[in-house]
């Protein structure tokens, strides 16, 4: 399977705590969707390349947790959780999400797999508390971090496919 090389949208509206993000996958939505949802997929393709994941529960049904850990070169970790909403499909996911490091922060993510044939169009709305907690995480290095893991994604779609 040939990959495109395909970079991440973000959409972050001045003074609305929304961002919406789209990236382009070569791969099928039902492969993509198993990437999302199958923890030992999920753990090879999350995050920048810098930090490994660690999948401590993922329970992908209403009312399901999940909590996974990175970790960096230096062994310093970076814990995250949160809790489903709603059974969790191709069509739409629902879910909080909190970096642990920064408790009581949590925002709404929904994901949507759009499909495109040989292509998923990924798709995902996060809702921040305030505008101030949306900027702070577009500061972290957000964008360069999804973009990355994006590429891992490609990357694990080309070897499960060939």
Known sequence: MTTTASSIQVTADPGSALVITEREVAAP???VFRAFTEPELLRQWLGPR???TRV???EARHG???HYVQTDTDGTEYGFRGVFHGDPSPDHWVQTFEFLGAPGHVSL???ELVDRGARTLVRT???FASVE???GMLASGMTGGMEEGYQRLEELMARLAG
């Open 29 to 31: 939505r039902d492969l």
């Open 56 to 58: 401590e529960a993922f």
């Open 125 to 127: 709305s996060t809702a």
């Open 109 to 111: 993510d929904t994901l």
């Open 50 to 52: 810098r930090l490994t």
């Open 133 to 135: 907690a949306r900027d």
């Open 64 to 66: 399901g947790v999940y």
